[in-house]
DNA sequence: AATATTTAGGACAATTTTATCCGAAATAGA
DNA sequence: TCTATTTCGGATAAAATTGTCCTAAATATT
């Protein structure tokens, strides 16, 4: 569904939220550890992020990466798979052709619009916060 | 959503499908043609499908493709995904996780289930002789 | 100013996916 | 039986994704 790298990233930006609700800055290897990912590769998915504004990062001594606690709630997860994955998973068609709607449709077309705008409500109206706060509380787990 | 590898599958199998309901069996390269995928790639994944009863091959002059048309109503999209992507957009984890369920899962397991069963549903539910018929009739297309 | 820490970013490597090529096996027709 | 046709299957190649490594840049502390 998501590439690993998107993986990596929904899982970093909930682990630095949930630190950053402790107020606490984290660093690259603290969020590759506690999310299962390699280091090197999520130190360039921070960076893309950090770039797209949905991280703010610190360098130096004592930097890290952390988020806004008031923005957070503004966050939502199909922001961070759009900066990374694209737009693929909202308008690609499910065969592959290169346009795909609703006057010229593939087979599939009927059936998959309706997933695909759940799905996309669904990511949409997924927030950071909502998220984190799950992590927090112990109802749930980011590594196994 | 689905590899490209899928995509051919799924695309290939429909047009095979259209052609057996006019009785006609279908050979590789008119395969690929009428549904814009590469010939060799498309022989690869029509040999497993083969393989896997989903499609019949015939081999040597005026041999080809063909599909059974009573098994044609009972051959489900959630078949063909299956044999081609296996069962990952059934049961991954949506952060991919190794193991995640309802008593220990990610942050978006309970909206991600939700989704998935809905996936699965209309995989399960939409028929080759469904698309075919939707091709056939010209209200979709396989190419463009 | 010097040092230690930490992110930034580019080059490179490994793996997976996608795609091609070619000879073998099967089979219909002459 | 010979030939042409067509799928089958393995080897190889190209491209994309995933992953590593190393140096530069920034900055807090001393």
Redesign the interface.
């Known amino acids: ?2 590439s ?1 790298a998107c ?1 990596y990233g ?2 970093a930006v ?1 682990y630095i939220a949930k630190k950053s609700l402790d107020n606490k800055r984290v660093k690259l290897n603290e969020v590759a550890k506690n999310t299962g990912s390699p280091v090197a590769y999520t130190a360039k998915i921070l960076g893309l992020l950090t770039k797209e504004n949905i991280i703010h990062s610190v360098k130096g001594p004592y930097g890290g990466f952390e988020i806004d606690t008031n923005q957070m709630k503004n966050i939502s ?1 199909s922001q961070i798979v759009y900066a990374i994955d694209g737009d693929d ?1 909202y308008n ?1 068609c ?7 709607n609703a006057t ?6 009927e ?2 619009v ?2 695909r705008s ?2 996309k409500h ?1 990511l949409q109206n ?1 927030s950071i916060y909502e ?2 706060n ?2 927090k509380s112990g ?6």
Chains 1, 2 share one sequence.
């Open positions: 569904m998501f690993k993986e929904i899982k909930v997860i998973i690609g499910a065969l592959g052709l290169s346009s795909c010229e449709p593939c087979p599939m077309h059936h998959f309706k997933i759940e799905l669904m997924t998220l984190a799950k992590l109802k749930s787990i980011l590594v196994r």
